[in-house]
């Protein structure tokens, strides 16, 4: 998509006063016409109370390794392939990948505005997907950073920072019409989809069938297991989070070995 094509869709969607019902989220969602719209959308939702204090007292009180900077403190948009703006406002209808995660960190995408950036979890995610050549650069640290993924969109079922990482029903329920709606716009580049932990792999289903895509009931969550959906392939990984990869259940080669699956799957290789 053309940069142009995004700032139109983005001025258009600052027009609309953000999301503060789950109708509204519906409604919004449905509008969108393209991701960079999507994404717009997303980055003013209010829709949720309890994740929209959370968000901002975090951003107002910060950790103190970051008391100088200052924090998103918004919902994140997903991020890639080819960002227009640097962080999640892309035009990502051509990606292939789609990586699922949970829900982001306090004080590391609420923080830096981007999936993944600014944690030891998207530390060791970034440093993945440039080694399956998935990405530009092993690190991913701000928007504007200059990184950009190949082929690959990072997303989350829920787009605001939780309380102690742990969204609720209601919440996840909530914030579905967004990640069906991506889904939807997706879709028919989608070859592979990456679920990072057992969070995502639960959501998956019903969110694709949201999105009009027939999905059966997954086999149970586990590294490496994988379904068909629609003739695309679904993976399941453990979640990149410390409490995996501290203790080595999660290591660098399992990683590596998911990404270079979805690669071979999606057609992407290290040139492209």
């Not at 079922?157 to 069906?180: F, G, I, M, Q, S």
């Not at 009009?212 to 979640?239: L, N, S």
């Amino acid at each position: 998509m053309r940069r142009a094509d995004t700032h139109h869709g983005r001025a258009k969607l600052d027009r609309v006063k953000p999301a503060t019902t789950a109708a509204a989220v519906i409604r919004q969602a449905g509008a969108a016409e393209s991701v960079p719209e999507l994404d717009a959308a997303i980055i003013q939702c209010r829709a949720c109370p309890r994740l929209v204090a959370w968000r901002e007292l975090v951003a107002r009180e910060k950790r103190r390794a970051y008391a100088t900077e200052a924090y998103w403190g918004r919902p994140i948009a997903g991020f890639g392939p080819h960002a227009a703006l640097g962080g999640g406002l892309s035009g990502a209808a051509d990606a292939k990948i789609l990586v699922v995660g949970l829900a982001p960190a306090a004080h590391g995408a609420n923080r830096t505005g981007r999936m993944f950036t600014g944690d030891r979890s998207g530390d060791w995610l970034y440093a993945s997907l440039y080694r399956t050549g998935l990405a530009t650069q092993p690190t991913s640290t701000h928007i504007g950073d200059g990184l950009e993924l190949i082929g690959t969109r990072i997303t989350a079922p829920v787009h605001c920072a939780p309380p102690a990482n742990k969204p609720t029903t209601e919440e996840r329920d909530t914030c579905r019409p967004w990640l069906a709606r991506e889904l939807e716009l997706l879709w028919p580049a989608v070859r592979a989809v990456v679920v990072l932990g057992g969070f995502g792999w639960a959501a998956l289903p019903t969110t694709l069938r949201a999105a009009g895509i027939a999905a059966a009931t997954p086999p149970k969550f586990g590294h490496g297991v994988e379904y068909e959906v629609d003739g695309r392939m679904i993976i399941a990984c453990y979640h990149v989070s410390q409490q995996n990869t501290f203790t080595g259940k999660l290591t660098e080669p399992m990683l590596d070995a998911i990404f270079t699956r979805a690669a071979a799957v999606a057609g992407l290789t290290p040139a492209e």
